[in-house]
């Protein structure tokens, strides 16, 4: 073949190519084609101006395929195209009114628009469909907050919770919105609906540390110290090391002046944990134990009572036979010496002034004192007879 021809033969299969390929261009794809092309292009590359451009193609051919149209929404959703978006979508929705994916989409069209009232419509046909979506639900309670309609919000939020009660997120959601609620009762003094709430939250987690203690500040301030120890018992039982809860039992103790318990668990956190500041507030806390023990001793009471009435006969018998029976010998000869010179002809002081002489080895005094009861009390046997003894005893002596 001569070059002349060679190139002509090059030239016409040139043109055979061109005819080919254009023959090929003019082949239309498939309304689905365009769809799966579509998802290749928005879902895995994230082009989705790309895909709605595929999508519009598609549904020249086939105006009727949905899930083109419903691809076309969701593409418009993402190029924040809303109102072409919500069009394309009601259409699908129109004709197949339980279209859950559409719905969602309508529901992030009208929330990213602020349309709030149609979000919540369009959330609530689909719960008819789907009442156990979680997410939905969320998202509602989310719309209905920034709405700023709480009541509606805690009404969605309780639902919630009785779906999913054992929910780890759904219950702490919840917990939290009783916590606050209970929080704004607590500022206005409304002691039984705070109460009320808390034991509600403690219901749902009954070992939610700061319920606890909020609760025992909440008894402590209604004045019930009791309850307030009681709860921080509690408390203790689940988080013994808590150094708010042991400051708090360590400050009830203290005022319900439970002194001996307070001490005791004191020396038993130091055994475990050394601390200089539980060691001072251990040493604060006996010197105030002894104090409120001496103020409030019967002994000390009486004497204060005796030193400003001396003629009280009440205390005198107290103070004396106390100062007796516990060894208090020179309280108890005061008081004698005292009681004497009042009335130094009695019987009764004499009897137990010579029986503390004879604790104390005193035998002279003792003697004396006898020797006064014989000469004044000469009937009653039981003096004479000692005396009797005593002068026997004194007469063997003085033969010795």
């Not at 105006?63 to 959703?77: A, F, I, N, T, W």
């Not at 009954?206 to 307030?228: C, F, R, S, Y």
């Not at 806390?285 to 104090?291: G, H, M, T, W």
């Not at 005796?306 to 003629?311: M, R």
Request: glycine share 4%; charged share 30%; proline share 3%.
């Amino acid at each position: 073949m001569s070059r002349n021809n060679y190139f002509k033969f090059l030239c016409l299969l040139g043109v055979l190519q061109v005819f080919a390929l254009h023959a090929f261009a003019q082949q239309e794809l498939s309304s689905d084609e365009y769809y799966k092309l579509a998802r290749i292009e928005g879902n895995q590359k994230g082009n989705y101006r790309k895909a709605a451009n595929l999508c519009r193609k598609g549904l020249e051919i086939e105006p009727g395929d949905m899930d083109l149209r419903q691809y076309l929404g969701k593409c418009y959703l993402e190029l924040k195209m809303y109102d072409s978006s919500r069009y394309e979508l009601k259409k699908v929705v129109d004709k197949f009114p339980r279209n859950v994916d559409a719905r969602h989409y309508l529901i992030n069209v009208e929330y990213q628009t602020g349309r709030y009232s149609s979000a919540i419509c369009y959330i609530n046909e689909l719960l008819e469909v789907t009442p156990y979506w979680k997410g939905l639900w969320l998202k509602k309670i989310a719309i209905y907050n920034e709405m700023g309609n709480k009541v509606e919000s805690k009404r969605a939020l309780t639902r919630l919770y009785s779906i999913f009660p054992e929910d780890s997120m759904v219950k702490r959601y919840y917990r939290d919105m009783i916590s606050d609620e209970a929080d704004k009762y607590a500022k206005t003094g409304d002691y039984k609906m705070t109460k009320d709430l808390y034991d509600r939250v403690l219901t749902v987690e009954p070992t939610d540390l700061k319920t606890i203690q909020k609760q025992v500040n909440l008894e402590l301030k209604a004045g019930k110290k009791n309850t307030a120890l009681e709860l921080t018992e509690i408390g203790l039982s689940n988080y013994p090391y808590d150094p708010i809860l042991i400051m708090k039992k360590i400050g009830l103790l203290q005022e319900l002046r439970m002194f001996p318990e307070a001490i005791m668990y004191i020396e038993g956190l130091l055994k475990k944990y050394p601390s200089a500041t539980l060691r001072n507030t251990l040493n604060e806390l006996k010197l105030e134990s002894a104090r409120y023990y001496n103020n409030t001793d019967p002994y000390v009471l009486y004497q204060k009572v005796y030193a400003s009435s001396p003629g009280n006969q009440e205390a005198f018998t107290f103070l004396l036979n106390n100062a007796l029976s516990k060894g208090y010998y020179d309280d108890a000869q005061e008081y004698l010496s005292s009681a004497l010179k009042r009335n130094p002809g009695n019987k009764d002081l004499l009897l137990k002034q010579m029986s503390l002489y004879e604790k104390l080895n005193k035998t002279t005094e003792a003697n004396k004192t006898l020797e006064k009861l014989a000469t004044k009390f000469p009937g009653d046997g039981d003096i004479r007879e000692k005396y009797a003894t005593l002068l026997l005893q004194q007469g063997k002596s003085f033969f010795n």
